[in-house]
């Protein structure tokens, strides 16, 4: 009988590899259950498993070592088919990397079947053990055999809340195996146990499969059979689009910009300041600011991964044009409100040969060919709000936004709640 699953290009293992046995009765599982070969999804991973995307006649995604299961329950849960089978294969390597992955589906009863090619080693990076490989179990990098017991994965997904977990022998006909797990609603997983010729083989000459999988204490058979759990999609259809012109910001003033563009044809403003001192925020009014004087806006956010220290710094581009890109490397204006930022900040200032530099006068001046203007940010208005002084400080002594579109901006934003623009232009005018 021909295949319907699997095309005529051969299946591209090393002879006598477990992984061909798999494909194959992967074929004869689907073929009995009467699906076709659209109805499946087919998600692989890096290892040598996953090189048999091209053989398969069905849809086929390729993701990261590891990710498979993740991206297979991603597709899960975005189809609302459920005549559409998802299959995820994956090496024993893979479930080593992304063994919460696995947990995590099974948990939440994904719509999908894990079939787990376990050849007890990294097959395609030279053979190493991973964290299913046996004790006693030799590889070309534990030449004297695992000298720890392996994880269970049956029993972890059991565990979990798999409907439908098995572990089999890689070994002849257990296509029927397969099939009631790719017929099974909810979450199921088959572990296959097999050999890889290149490494298992010649590493433990005397072997024999069965015996290594006995010995290693990991049954070949039904682990979980459970009323399937479904899970289900939370779609909330109330949710405005993100296209919606309710989202768009009006503009509502002209600006003097055209007039003050520097030789590139647009404005650069970059704010130094430290986390949690409103500076992602304060530059984001500006740039919205900026789109209600009709204005081209772009905003860039720069900060350490431990974002709640060190320094925060934003780059805010306005342009009468389309700007095609974010971020700058010489501002024509900056705002720098604490030592972070200045930090930060020093070698953009000291490529400015020309602009303003707005610096809280608690703070030494940096080497810049700029005009510096000091202000007592920190000291007029705390630290939490000295980037917001900043900007209407910076708006104030340039003119190049109407203050009222600061302020309309400002006034719309959750601060607002705890910090009046009003505060600002008052010691703006004193």
Do not use: W
């Not at 083989?201 to 006995?214: A, F």
């Amino acid at each position: 009988m021909s295949n319907i699953f699997i095309n005529d290009q051969g299946l591209p293992f090393c002879k006598g590899c477990g992984h061909s046995t798999i494909a194959n009765n992967t074929e004869k599982a689907l073929a009995k259950l009467g699906l076709k070969p659209l109805d499946v999804i087919l998600v692989t991973d890096i290892g040598c498993h996953g090189i048999i995307d091209k053989s398969f006649n069905t849809h086929t995604v390729h993701g990261l070592h590891g990710r498979s299961v993740a991206l297979g329950a991603g597709i899960s849960a975005g189809i609302t088919n459920p005549d559409k089978k998802v299959i995820v294969f994956i090496g024993d390597g893979g479930a080593t990397i992304g063994m919460q992955h696995i947990i995590d589906a099974a948990h939440n009863g994904y719509n999908m079947t894990v079939v787990i090619h376990n050849n007890m080693l990294y097959g395609m990076t030279g053979g190493q053990p991973s964290e299913y490989t046996p004790m006693g179990f030799k590889t070309p990098t534990k030449q004297a055999g695992s000298t720890k017991f392996s994880y269970d994965i049956c029993k972890i997904v059991a565990a979990a809340g798999g409907t439908y977990v098995r572990r089999v022998m890689g070994i002849g006909d257990f296509s029927d195996a397969l099939s009631e797990a790719f017929g099974r609603p909810g979450f199921s997983l088959v572990e296959v146990m097999e050999i890889c010729p290149s490494y298992g083989v010649k590493s433990n000459p005397e072997m024999k499969l069965s015996k290594v999988v006995e010995n290693a204490g990991l049954a070949t058979e039904v682990i979980a059979d459970l009323p399937a759990k479904h899970y289900v999609t939370d779609r909330r259809e109330a949710l405005p689009s993100l296209f919606s012109p309710s989202d768009v910001i009006p503009a509502q003033a002209g600006t003097r910009l055209q007039a003050e563009t520097s030789t590139h044809g647009e404005l650069r403003i970059m704010m130094c300041g430290s986390a949690g001192e409103g500076v992602q925020v304060a530059a984001e009014l500006l740039a919205r600011a900026g789109i209600r004087a009709g204005l081209q806006v772009t905003k860039k956010g720069s900060y350490p991964v431990t974002v709640g220290v060190g320094f925060s710094a934003a780059e805010v581009i306005l342009s009468p044009e389309a700007i095609n890109y974010t971020g700058t490397v010489t501002p024509d204006y900056m705002i720098i409100t604490s030592r972070d930022g200045l930090d930060f900040g020093k070698k953009a200032a000291g490529r400015m040969k020309s602009g303003k530099i707005y610096l809280d006068e608690s703070l030494e001046s940096p080497v810049t060919g700029a005009e510096i203007i000091r202000f007592p940010f920190r000291e007029k208005t705390g630290a939490r709000n000295a980037s917001f002084m900043g900007v209407f400080y910076f708006l104030h002594d340039t003119n190049l936004l109407p203050v009222e579109v600061m302020v309309n901006s400002f006034n719309e934003n959750k601060i607002s709640k705890k910090v009046s623009a009003d505060q600002f232009l008052q010691l703006l005018s004193a």
